[in-house]
């Protein structure tokens, strides 16, 4: 599973969340930091209003928790969806070691390989090098690019 450091990274490149049934997310607040909690249609199901996107514990026992503001929760993107949104930069993903892996893209015709001790991670360093991170040349992006969902 993708680190809360390397997800933070790519909600500050602009990588936008649409919450969708399956997604992993944690609550930015210290009471929570090692809790993941899971977007599901019957659970915790995501609603759309004009002021903003809100999640919605439906049911839940252990805690007093109604909602939550988008902004107050972490997404954790899974591998797929993070090589989803490489499309097709994506070239491959390879174990180096016990706890290395590198995921290989290519960024305006050039081979950039990203290096992570869990793939997620290196799916997420790649998709850095995407958003800004790695020098590329003229190759642009669609404003919809930083949405995955």
Do not use: K
């Not at 997604?23 to 930015?28: A, N, V």
């Not at 019957?42 to 805690?63: C, K, V, Y």
């Not at 893209?105 to 790695?134: E, F, K, T």
């Amino acid at each position: 599973m993708i680190s809360s450091d390397s997800a933070r990274s790519l909600r500050q490149a602009g990588l936008a969340w649409h919450p969708a049934s399956g997604d992993f997310f944690r609550i930015e607040r210290p009471e929570f930091e090692t809790d993941v909690f899971t977007v599901s249609d019957m659970a915790i199901e995501s609603h759309e209003f004009d002021t903003g996107t809100i999640l919605g514990f439906n049911g839940t026992t252990e805690w007093a928790l109604d909602s939550l503001a988008l902004e107050d929760a972490l997404w954790l993107p899974r591998e797929d969806q993070l090589r989803e949104f490489l499309g097709p930069r994506f070239h491959a993903l390879h174990r180096l070691g016990e706890n290395e892996y590198r995921v290989v893209i290519d960024i305006g015709g050039v081979r950039v390989d990203c290096d992570a001790a869990d793939p997620a991670d290196a799916y997420s360093a790649a998709i850095l090098g995407v958003l800004g991170g790695i020098p590329h040349g003229d190759e642009g992006h669609d404003e919809d690019e930083s949405a995955v969902s």
